[in-house]
């Protein structure tokens, strides 16, 4: 990895153990760190969405920026409807625990495509229908992460 706009996306997305992001909070992945399905399921205003529904927004977003870095085809993400997939109508603790793992399994293969990624196709458009560069699209999930962690 040449190009250090990759390497400064890597270190928000997921960065090393001990590391103090310059917001001062977690990552999506700590955030979600000990939450009872509970809590997860929990909505301030009927209106709102809870911090489950977050979550897997957030790994949906994570895959479509990982199939549009990796050219990967529409159609694996495995929840519905896209953007904010429904949480499941029975909230258990496996239920919460899957869903999780879902989150896991989508950050760290997005984490894996921008490692992988040629530094030279950074500011290459990312697709027929944008006018977005990949670098957009990278620093553009590690923003979504950050706000929606918060």
Do not use: C
Request: glycine fraction near 8%; aromatic fraction near 10%; hydrophobic fraction near 35%.
């Amino acid at each position: 990895m040449r190009d250090g706009r990759l390497q400064e996306a890597l270190r928000h997305l997921h960065p090393p153990p001990g590391t103090k992001l310059w917001h001062g909070g977690a990552t999506v992945l700590g955030a979600l760190r000990g939450l009872s399905p509970e809590v997860a399921a929990w909505k301030p205003y009927p209106d709102r969405h809870s911090i489950w529904a977050l979550s897997l927004h957030v790994a949906y977003w994570n895959y479509a920026v990982r199939r549009r870095l990796t050219g990967e085809e529409r159609g694996g993400f495995p929840r519905s409807p896209s953007d904010f997939p429904a949480v499941p109508a029975e909230r258990t603790a496996e239920a919460w625990q899957s869903d999780r793992r879902l989150v896991k399994e989508q950050h760290d293969l997005l984490v894996d495509s921008v490692e992988d990624f040629d530094p030279d196709r950074l500011d290459h458009v990312a697709g027929d229908q944008s006018k977005r560069t990949f670098s957009d699209l990278i620093f553009g999930i590690v923003l979504h992460d950050t706000y929606h962690a918060g």
